[in-house]
């Protein structure tokens, strides 16, 4: 018993410093050719969006909207997938996912 503790409790803090380590990487999208960059944390938080002057065309601002949605988008699911590659191998130390612990995940 005194070892499966310590098993959750290390699985625990590597749990820990991989939501820490997903919260201070950032990762970049981008939408029409680079003309727009959304760059997120690896958590998903929205910390940077970068606008080309050659996007900026004051007769067409819808889109400008799309492109900043589309690059927010592809920065997110760059954040998806980084967030699996980091907590994935966790997930299978918990039994192949959290669900079997009565946490969210599955």
């Known amino acids: 018993m005194q070892q499966l503790l310590q098993q959750a409790q290390k699985m625990q803090q590597d749990l820990m410093a991989a939501q820490e380590e997903l919260a201070r990487t950032q990762v970049k999208g981008t939408a029409g050719g680079g003309l727009v960059t ?3 944390s690896g958590a998903g938080e929205l910390l940077h969006l970068e606008i ?3 996007a900026v065309d004051p007769e067409d601002t ?3 909207g799309d492109l900043i949605v589309a690059a927010v988008r592809d ?3 760059a954040a998806t997938e980084l967030a699996s590659r980091t907590m994935g191998p966790l997930a299978q130390g918990l039994g192949g996912g959290f669900g079997g612990l009565g ?3 599955k």
Do not use: H, K, Q, Y
């Open 38 to 40: 959304a760059t997120v």
């Open 103 to 105: 946490l969210p995940g």
């Open 75 to 77: 920065a997110n699911r």
């Open 52 to 54: 080309s002057p050659e």
């Open 62 to 64: 819808e889109t400008l």
